[in-house]
């Protein structure tokens, strides 16, 4: 019913950015928060940054000052802007959504297939 698919992954080196983006599509009535997570081999799946809808960014404090999360709300998607990138941000990044598909408004999670973000020199 609804896809989420993200891009922008790849090699950077330590100090450099990249943006990611995560395109909402399908029956998508509305949405009532995005999320950005991230996973590292060996560690839980953490959330970096989250946007409820009408409201502000929040970040989790290990990325607060280096990423940047905004959303284009027309095209229904959502970007990470990462700066200042480190070596311990390698991790798969995941695309998270709580997206009402109907005009019941119930919503439902919906994950996209995650992008491989590498920090090495």
């Known amino acids: 019913q609804v896809q989420l698919v993200e891009s922008g992954g790849g090699l950077v080196q330590p100090g450099g950015s990249l943006t990611l983006s995560c395109q909402a599509s399908?029956?998508?009535?509305?949405?009532?928060?995005m999320r950005w997570y991230r996973q590292s081999p060996g560690k839980e799946r953490e959330l970096i940054a989250a946007?409820?809808?009408?409201?502000?960014?929040h970040y989790a404090d290990s990325v607060k000052g280096r990423f940047t999360m905004s959303r284009d709300s027309d095209k229904n998607v959502v970007f990470l802007q990462m700066n200042r990138l480190k070596p311990e941000d390698t991790a798969v990044y995941y695309c998270?959504?709580?997206?009402?598909?109907?005009?019941?408004?119930?919503?439902?999670?919906?994950w996209g297939q995650g992008t491989q973000v590498t920090v090495s020199s």
């Open positions: 946007i409820v809808t009408g409201g502000t960014a």
């Open positions: 399908g029956s998508i009535f509305s949405i009532y928060v």
């Open positions: 998270n959504g709580a997206i009402a598909t109907n005009v019941l408004g119930i919503g439902s999670d919906y």
